[in-house]
């Protein structure tokens, strides 16, 4: 190992002591960073000038791939048009007459008290425009006509409203994606917000597929395409865009959908829409078509939505397997918060101790064992986490499993419960909990790629209450992976997937590597920040003086890199155009996805 290296490992092993992973990611990540085109955190408007302003020359080169490829799909574009609306036509025309795919068509559905001057507009599209007269009441924000299919004649229909604008590309990356994979059968792309001045502002750079986010979001509301084909079989009518989508995320494979992470398409700045009564209760009708017992109500930030999933009655018993060393203080509150606050029908408590010798330790854990619904079991030897864990689901009972930290204390008395009821999800494997330091501000919300291949907890140090990124701290989705302080997963899923690995992680990223084998076999891996918990993090564990301990990180790090490096930064709630500094969800100067005029 070369002096560089050396000093490098070092740095790593301080910062691993600290439990500093951040610092580590960084640190770590520094000469493969030099190694790439640099990037750094920029605002939208600068980002917006570097990447989507097109070269007269790259648009020749685009419209070349467009023969080259021949037969493209044609677009049906639907809008509606109310009263309110005929301002933002002369926006929304313009931009459709600059696209370098010209194979398009306007269905626009207007209110027929609309004077005939004021939809004139319209007809600058010639005969591609067609404006079809509509009663008023059907007009409402995000209505879908009926009666679409007979006045559409396109492959493919988009959605859109009147104060959206396309970027000159969107329809030519849709007709080039789609003929590249015919097995798409929707695409959507990212958005922002266009302002007064004419600057971009507020991307919302969306993450890959996320079933779980477009439920409660209605993430493609603005961008998608959908194929003629497929809104034939979804079997309409639906009364809104964000009912369609809710309805896309329940019936489509991941196969099926393709995402642009580029935003193709600006919307005029104005308020922001939230879901009325009306519309919820139409959401909640759709949902209970798919999954019976689901509630839905309004998400803290307004516009988005909280899915309460079903417990069964009788509640499947959760197993709370909680390791833990000395420091009885810490154990202590972790055990009378979790069983004077939650409530849930059917708790097991399996307490793994390594050797405490702490008198106040050895108090709690006697009047554990006393109890008829906990067991105690002894670790001797080195701390092995994974070791641990995999011992207290031999020794437990529980169809379901909960990991927990003994720094952790409860404060939420519906958390398990929350939980719960995501496990009774056959599609989900894995659930994690928002965790929150002793201040109250956030220590976990998911794990997301950090520098160097290593992973970095999303919405780090914000305040408990911030809705985060678009909304992300309101709602469950799906995350790359979770921390074990607090992690959810069905005794059949953890069996399955053979437990955590002691032989090769038992310290570090035991956790992550669980998560990632459980999405390669399929499931999803959710945060939820409807289960909240304290975390008083590291505060069991002192510094890892042992040298052996040294080569013992260096291992783990080798492993995680040597199994995962090829899709560390294949994360289902991150943004190719978001800087990897391990989840702070700021823009990238140098997007890692390339678009189609660059290519």
């Given amino acids: 190992m070369n002096t560089s290296m050396r000093r490098q490992l070092g740095t790593a092993i301080s910062l691993m002591r600290r439990g500093n992973l951040h610092g580590l990611g960084r640190r770590l990540a520094d000469r493969h960073r030099r190694s790439r085109v640099p990037s750094r955190p920029i605002e939208h408007a600068e980002w917006w000038a570097r990447h989507a302003l097109l070269s007269d020359r790259e648009r020749l080169s685009l419209g070349r791939r467009l023969v080259k490829v021949g037969d493209l799909i044609r677009v049906t574009v639907v809008v509606s048009v109310g009263r309110r609306d005929v301002a933002n036509l002369p926006g929304l025309v313009g931009s459709l007459m600059d696209q370098v795919h010209v194979d398009w068509e306007l269905a626009a559905y207007t209110d027929p008290s609309i004077p005939e001057a004021s939809l004139r507009e319209l007809d600058r599209g010639g005969s591609r425009v067609r404006r079809i007269p509509m009663t008023a009441t059907s ?121 642009l992470p580029f935003p193709f398409c600006s919307r005029v700045r104005g308020p922001t829409r939230q879901s009325d009564q009306a519309e919820v209760q139409e959401l909640s009708t759709r949902l209970r078509r798919w999954h019976s017992g689901t509630t839905i109500e309004r998400a803290t930030d307004g516009s988005s939505l909280r899915i309460r999933w079903p417990v069964p009655d009788p509640a499947p018993r959760v197993s709370i397997l909680i390791p833990t060393r000395d420091h009885g203080r810490l154990l202590e509150r972790c055990i009378d918060s979790l069983l004077s606050i939650t409530q849930y029908p059917d708790v097991e408590l399996v307490l793994v101790d390594h050797d405490s010798r702490q008198r106040r330790a050895r108090r709690i854990i006697d009047r554990i064992s006393e ?10 030897g080195p701390f092995n986490y994974a070791s641990m864990m995999n011992r207290a689901v031999e020794a437990s009972t529980g169809d379901y499993l909960c990991l927990l930290n003994n720094d952790t204390e409860v404060i939420d008395p519906g958390w398990l419960t929350e939980m719960a009821g995501h496990l009774t999800r056959d599609e989900v494997g894995i659930v994690g909990a928002l965790l929150l330091f002793g201040d109250w501000t956030i220590q976990h919300a998911g794990v997301h790629p950090g520098l160097g291949g290593l992973m970095g907890h999303g919405h780090k140090h914000r305040r408990h209450g911030d809705h985060g990124y678009h909304g992300r701290l309101t709602v469950a989705h799906e995350v790359a992976a979770v921390t074990g302080a607090c992690l959810g997963i069905r005794r059949t899923t953890w069996d399955l997937l053979g437990g955590m690995d002691q032989d090769h992680l038992g310290v570090a990223y035991n956790d992550v590597d669980l998560c990632l084998r459980a999405r390669s076999a399929g499931y999803r891996v959710l945060f939820t920040p409807h289960a909240v918990l304290l975390h008083h993090e590291s505060a069991s564990r002192g510094p890892d003086e042992d040298p052996t301990h040294n080569d013992r990180l260096r291992g783990e790090i080798e492993v995680m890199q040597a199994r995962w490096g090829s899709i560390l930064e294949d994360d289902p709630a991150y943004s190719p155009n978001l800087d990897l500094d391990g989840g702070g969800f700021l823009t990238a100067d140098h997007p890692r996805w390339t678009p189609p005029w660059a290519i």
Avoid at 371 to 380: E, F, G, L, N, Q
């Fill in 139 to 259: 007009l409402r924000p995000g209505m879908l006509p009926n009666r679409l299919l007979d006045d559409a004649t396109g492959d493919w229909l988009m959605f859109l409203h009147p104060e959206d604008r396309l970027h000159e590309a969107a329809l030519a990356a849709i007709a080039l994606r789609v003929a590249a994979d015919s097995r798409f059968t929707l695409v959507y792309t990212d958005d922002d917000l266009l302002d007064a001045s004419g600057l971009h502002r507020n991307a919302n750079f969306k993450p890959p597929w996320n079933p779980d986010l477009v439920l409660a979001q209605g993430l493609v509301d603005h961008t998608f395409a959908i194929a003629r084909q497929t809104w034939e079989d979804l079997g309409p009518p639906f009364a809104s865009i964000r009912e369609l989508t809710m309805e896309l995320a329940l019936a489509l494979a991941g196969s099926e959908v393709c995402h």
């Fill in 371 to 380: 109890r008829p619904d906990s067991t105690v079991i002894t670790h001797t």
